[in-house]
C-alpha cells in the first residue's frame, strides 16, 4: 500500500480543482492505497524568503506556519498530487509557496522528494491550463520526480464551483491519470514498499 498526498492551490476547498483532486484520489484509494487530501489554497502564507536557514535546519522552513505541517507529509508520501485553478495562466500564490518552501526543504534534505511520482491537475474557465501544468511540472522534474500521464492535458474546463462533474472528459481524464498512477505504482512497487 502507498501513500498519496494531494494538496489543493485553490481557496475553495470545495471548488473544481478540489472534486478534479478527489476524482484521483478516488480511484487510487480503490486500488488499496492510503489517500490524505491537504487544503493549502485560502490559508495565510508568505513565499520564500531565500534565508537558506532549511540548509542549516534540514526539514525544516525558519517561517514556522502550516509549511512545516505539510512538508513532512510530502516527504512521506510516494505520490504528491498538486493541483491549481488556473489564475492569469498561473498556479495560485499559495501553491507557489508550497513548491518554492518545501521544494527547498526537500533539497536541503537529502533531496528527499527524489522518485516520488508526481502529477499536476489545473481547473480553468477558458485558457491557460497548460502553463498552470507547465509550472508544477517544473517543480518535480527538477526534484528528480517521475510523472504519469493520462488520455490529455490534466485539466478541466470549469468556472463554477460544480462545473468539472458536468465535464465528461475532464473527468475521464483524471479517472486515467488516477488509474496510471496505480500502474506506474504497481510497476514501482519493490521501490516504494522499501
Ligand atoms: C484571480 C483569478 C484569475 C483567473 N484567471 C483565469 C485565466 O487566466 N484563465 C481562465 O480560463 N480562467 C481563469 N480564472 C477562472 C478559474 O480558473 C476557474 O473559475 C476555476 O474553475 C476555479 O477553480 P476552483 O473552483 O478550484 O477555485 C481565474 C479566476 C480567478 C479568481
Not at 491537475?121 to 517521475?146: E, K, P, Q, T, Y
Amino acid at each position: 500500500m502507498s501513500k498519496i498526498l494531494a494538496i489543493n492551490g485553490s481557496p475553495h476547498k470545495n471548488g473544481n480543482t478540489a472534486h478534479m483532486l478527489r476524482a484521483v484520489l478516488e480511484v487510487t484509494a480503490d486500488a488499496g492505497h492510503e489517500t490524505e487530501f491537504y487544503q493549502a489554497g485560502g490559508r495565510p502564507v508568505r513565499g520564500c524568503t531565500s534565508c537558506w536557514g532549511c540548509e542549516d535546519r534540514p526539514g525544516r522552513c525558519t517561517q514556522d506556519d502550516w509549511i512545516n505541517e505539510l512538508y513532512p507529509k510530502m516527504r512521506d508520501a510516494d505520490v504528491i498530487l498538486m493541483g491549481s485553478p488556473t489564475y492569469f495562466a498561473d498556479l495560485t500564490p499559495e501553491l507557489k509557496a508550497v513548491i518554492d518552501r518545501c521544494g527547498f526543504i526537500a533539497l536541503f534534505d537529502g533531496r528527499s522528494f527524489t522518485r516520488k511520482i508526481g502529477a499536476s491537475v489545473a481547473a480553468v474557465r477558458r485558457a491557460g491550463s497548460v502553463h498552470v501544468l507547465d509550472s508544477i511540472n517544473h517543480f518535480f522534474f527538477i526534484s528528480g520526480m517521475v510523472q504519469p500521464g493520462s488520455t490529455y492535458w490534466h485539466m478541466s474546463l470549469a468556472r463554477d464551483p460544480g462545473d468539472f462533474a458536468r465535464d465528461e472528459e475532464g473527468v475521464e481524464t483524471m479517472v486515467h491519470l488516477g488509474e496510471n498512477i496505480v500502474w506506474l505504482l504497481e510497476k514501482l512497487g519493490a521501490q516504494h514498499d522499501a
